[in-house]
C-alpha cells in the first residue's frame, strides 16, 4: 500500500536549521510530484515547496529563499532543507505525493499524505 514516512522534524532555535526526509513506497514516486505542507492547529494546510518528477520547484511565500525542497529518486525519497528558522515555522509537516498535475493544484488535490513530523521554532 502507499506509504510516506517523515523525519526529521523537532526543536530548533530561531535562525537555526532542520532537514526533513520523507520515503515513499507504494507507487511509481519517480512519476510523482511531491510536496511538502504544514499546518498549524485550526489554520487550513499551506504549500511549503512542491517538487515535480523532473526537478522543477515552487515555494510558499513565507518560505522563499529559506526552504529547499529536493528528491532522490532512486531511494524514493524527497527532502526539505529549511535554513534560518522563525517562530512562524513551527507546524505539523507533511509531505504528500499526486500525479503530475497535482503540481499545479491546491491541497485538496493531493493524493498521498504522511503522518506529519512537529517543527517548532522557539528559544
Known amino acids: 500500500q502507499v506509504q510516506l514516512v517523515e523525519s526529521g522534524g523537532g526543536l530548533a532555535q530561531p535562525g537555526g536549521s532542520l532537514r526533513l526526509s520523507c520515503v515513499a513506497s507504494g507507487f511509481p514516486f519517480e512519476k510523482c510530484a511531491m510536496s511538502w505542507y504544514r499546518q498549524v492547529l485550526g489554520n487550513r494546510r499551506e504549500l511549503v515547496a512542491a517538487i515535480t518528477s523532473g526537478g522543477v520547484t515552487k515555494y510558499g511565500d513565507s518560505v522563499r529563499g529559506r526552504f529547499t525542497i529536493s528528491r532522490d529518486n532512486a531511494k524514493k525519497m524527497v527532502y526539505l532543507q529549511m535554513n534560518s528558522l522563525k517562530p512562524e515555522d513551527t507546524g505539523v509537516y507533511y509531505c504528500?505525493?499526486?500525479?503530475?498535475?497535482?503540481?499545479?493544484?491546491?491541497?485538496?488535490?493531493?493524493?498521498?499524505w504522511g503522518q506529519g513530523t512537529q517543527v517548532t521554532v522557539s528559544t
Open positions: 504528500a505525493s499526486g500525479y503530475p498535475r497535482t503540481f499545479y493544484s491546491g491541497a485538496e488535490d493531493w493524493e498521498n
